[in-house]
């Protein structure tokens, strides 16, 4: 039986209205050196969205699948959420937490691999939250990263089959025969020095690897998107766009991409993937189908409820190495993963 008495749920945020947008891009890029004219430019994605993040909307499924899990597995603890940009703001809720006497909490991530920003940064954030909320005595213990665990890599094999029979659907509904599409993975790209400092690149192959061979699919790669840093700065490469660009020269005229390395449909999926590599593909002539993230599926739900019941505290702690997922040392514009 687990030994916390409350489930925290710990996300990025993002903003809900047209007002929102610069207020929570200000917190996002608080203490980084970002031209105003980069902001804007980031904030013209949102606009295009009415202002409001699909983010929150789908914590709030997540939380209700896990609320109804917990019940049906008989595991007696209340289900809270905290961001790290926009409210609720995780300062605010350990205060809540406090004040309805939860001492030990164990907190989920939204992101299931390692990285600065997908996992230590995190860890940092509710040390500074627990000091702001005066809150030092909580017990918040991390839930490991689940990028290696059986039911998310099931969760995305899901997800894939769904892509892979709406695109045959597609091609099958027009003349001629069906073309062979291209299974594509995207992750967001993070700067090299911080990968090369952490596990992100190897258990992004690795997830993959199994997810492609779940489906049977032997012609994959992995890409990546929402670059955000200067570009004298080496980041993680390819970029989708650059990459449909290669692959339509090549000859390929269908591919799914699948955004393992995202939870949920943040904007960098609506945006940089919905849209912009969209509407690249329409110009190209490529059919695109977009493999859903794994946001509240059963399996990822129940997958929470194992490790609530059978994590003990040991593991928990001995899953992040001493010195893992370092900050960056070299300067620059947005360390953090643009997950609104």
Known sequence: ?????????????????????????????????????????????????????PINDQNKQLIAALEGEC????????????NRNWHPLLADTLKHMQAEGVRRAAALITSAFGSYSGCRQ?????????????????VIEK????????????AMTDRVRAAMAEIRRAEHSEAGHSNAEQLIFTAHSIPVSMADASPYLRQLKEASARVAAACGI?????????????????????DICDYLREQHAAGVRSVIICPIGFISDHMEVLYDLDTEARALCDQLGMKMVRAGTAGAHPKLVSMVCDMLLH???????????PGCCPMPQRPQSKPEHRHG
Not at 71 to 82: E, M, S
Not at 143 to 154: A, G
Not at 311 to 321: Q, Y
Request: aromatic letters at 12%; one cysteine or more; charged letters at 20%.
């Open 218 to 238: 032997s012609n994959w790669t992995l890409v990546f998107q929402s670059r955000s840093g200067p570009p004298t700065q080496p980041w993680l490469a390819p």
């Open 1 to 53: 039986m687990n030994s916390f008495d409350a489930l925290l749920v710990v996300s990025f945020g993002g903003p809900e209205k047209h007002e929102d947008v610069l207020p929570f891009l200000e917190n996002v890029l608080r203490g980084k050196n970002v031209p105003r004219e980069r902001m804007l430019e980031v904030a013209e994605h949102y606009y295009h969205f009415d202002g409001r993040s």
């Open 71 to 82: 019940r049906n597995h008989g595991i007696a603890v209340p289900v809270y959420w905290g």
């Open 311 to 321: 994590s003990p505290t040991t593991e928990i702690l001995a899953h992040c190495e």
């Open 122 to 138: 995190y860890r940092e954030d509710i040390a500074r939250a627990q000091q702001a909320a005066g809150v030092q005595d909580m």
């Open 143 to 154: 839930l490991p990263n689940f990028c290696d665990r059986p039911e998310f890599i099931e």
